[in-house]
Nanobody
Framework: QMHLVESGGGLVQAGGSLSLSCAAS????????MGWYRQAPGKEREFVAA????????YYADSVKGRFTVSRDNAKNTVHLQMNRLEPEDTAIYYC?????????WGQGTQVTVSS
């Protein structure tokens, strides 16, 4: 089991950029596929982006493709989400996710607010 802590959220104007980070505890970080999900008020939590345990494969929701970039640093047990050309629709709590292997693991979330 890892402990995941997100950081980097905040308030930004539409068209701006933010970079989120997720720091993971534990020595098995490099074994996990990692990802980002988000949940807007009144909506279900949805997939945003994911990266394989090697970093060799990345996946994106259609709504963020071309604007967001997920990356990881296995030496530092961190995963990042670079968000560019932000839109008000990107406003949500962003959660770091670990797995597979094993059951889903989640961070506590970080708020991203994009003003129009």
């Amino acid at each position: 089991q890892m402990h995941l802590v997100e950081s980097g959220g905040g308030l930004v104007q539409a068209g701006g950029s933010l970079s989120l980070s997720c720091a993971a505890s534990g020595r098995t970080f490099s074994s996990y596929d990692m990802g980002w999900y988000r949940q807007a008020p009144g909506k279900e939590r949805e997939f945003v982006a994911a990266i394989s345990w090697t970093g060799g494969k990345t996946y994106y929701a259609d709504s963020v493709k071309g604007r967001f970039t997920v990356s990881r640093d296995n030496a530092k047990n961190t995963v990042h989400l670079q968000m560019n050309r932000l839109e008000p629709e990107d406003t949500a709590i962003y959660y770091c996710h670990a797995g597979p292997p094993g059951p889903d693991q989640w961070g506590q979330g970080t708020q991203v607010t994009v003003s129009s």
